[in-house]
């Protein structure tokens, strides 16, 4: 794909990423810096966000193990799929590697034949819920502008692996937002309402931090950027983690993941990182990083579609690596 016709897919931000305020309802265009092909797989019209239940969940491919007087034993013999409208629900162990108390990894954009194998292969100690609502932001924030819209779909993870697997009860403990290009919308609006940012333990944001610019200038918006800011000083203070990667994509009308990674690093004062000695993709070459505390913000060459797409590609080395990591040592 073209430069020219990835920026046709560009259009004007989201109110809220405009940072004209959260309580009005977000444009329905939206920067989308690449519609990765085949990105949705759901029938259109399909309800988003937390319009599925349980209730529209397959039932769990299962293995006779064996049998105790007479009871049949049954266990998940692969991992647990549950497709649902516009997301898929993953337990990558089965049902028995969901405890009583499990990590949910929400991922947003991308397709699904693409991150699914990627998320199995992350060795992440999560459940993973992929969530793909179609190009542009603003389908993402559309889906989470209702304040507990968080709240409401963990629940619906916590309920439908509940039905499923039976057990014990089971609750949801750590929370981490992971978004490609488009899928910021939604991390930015839960971001932007404090009691539903301190649910979350990390975001992880690929080629998507995006917001608009001061009125009559090319300056980045900095009150659209205080969501981000605030979750990026917590990870610098070792409290969260937040990892952000940034193509050298320019769009129009709006400031780029550049100038928002740049935003970030100068106003807090971030260090520079030494030099990656391997690159996450061939040609994916590292412009520098700069890090403090869970705070990584790196940035890669590029300005064209596939520059974005590898940021997709590579995901799970650039973001979903140290999660796997974080999650791994407490």
């Known amino acids: 794909m073209s430069l020219r016709l990835l920026l046709r897919l560009l259009g004007p931000l989201p109110v809220a990423v405009l940072g004209v305020g959260m309580t009005g309802q977000p444009s329905s265009h939206a920067p989308e810096v690449l519609a990765e092909p085949a990105a949705v797989s ?38 647990l799929r549950v497709p649902l409208p516009h997301a ?14 499990f990590n949910v990894l929400i991922h947003f954009h991308g397709a699904f034949t693409t991150v699914e194998p990627r998320l199995m292969q992350s060795g992440i100690d999560a459940v993973y819920l992929i969530q793909n609502l179609g190009n542009g932001s603003g389908a993402y924030e559309d889906a989470y502008a209702q304040r507990g819209t968080l709240d ?27 978004g490609w290009s488009a899928g910021y919308g939604a991390i930015y609006r839960i971001l932007a309402r404090p009691e539903e940012a301190s649910r979350v333990d990390a975001v992880l944001l690929a080629d998507g931090m995006h917001v608009g610019y001061e009125p009559g200038s090319h300056r980045v918006r900095a009150a659209a950027m205080a969501p981000y800011l605030s979750f990026a000083d917590a990870a610098a203070r ?15 009308g709006y400031a780029s993941t550049t100038a928002t990674s740049e935003y970030l690093v100068k106003t807090l004062a971030l260090a520079p990182e030494p030099a990656a000695q391997a690159e996450p993709r061939p040609g994916m070459r590292s412009t520098g990083s700069n890090a403090r505390g869970n705070l990584t913000i790196s940035g890669y060459a590029g300005g064209d579609a596939h520059a974005h797409c590898d940021h997709l590609y590579a995901i799970g080395d650039t973001l979903w690596s140290p999660l796997r990591a974080r999650w791994a040592s407490k």
């Open 88 to 101: 898929l629900l993953i337990a990558p162990h089965g049902c028995s590697g969901v405890g009583e108390h």
């Open 42 to 79: 759901t029938p259109a019209g399909a309800p988003t966000g937390t319009a599925w239940t349980a209730a529209r969940a397959p039932e769990i491919d299962v293995a006779v193990l064996g049998r105790d007087e007479g009871a049949t034993t049954l266990v998940a013999a692969r991992p």
């Open 152 to 178: 409401a779909e963990l629940e619906a993870v916590r309920h439908t692996l509940s039905v499923r697997c039976g057990g014990p009860s089971r609750s949801v403990d750590r929370v981490a937002l992971s």
């Open 238 to 252: 070792g409290e969260r983690l937040m990892v952000v990667t940034h193509s050298a994509i320019v769009p129009p």
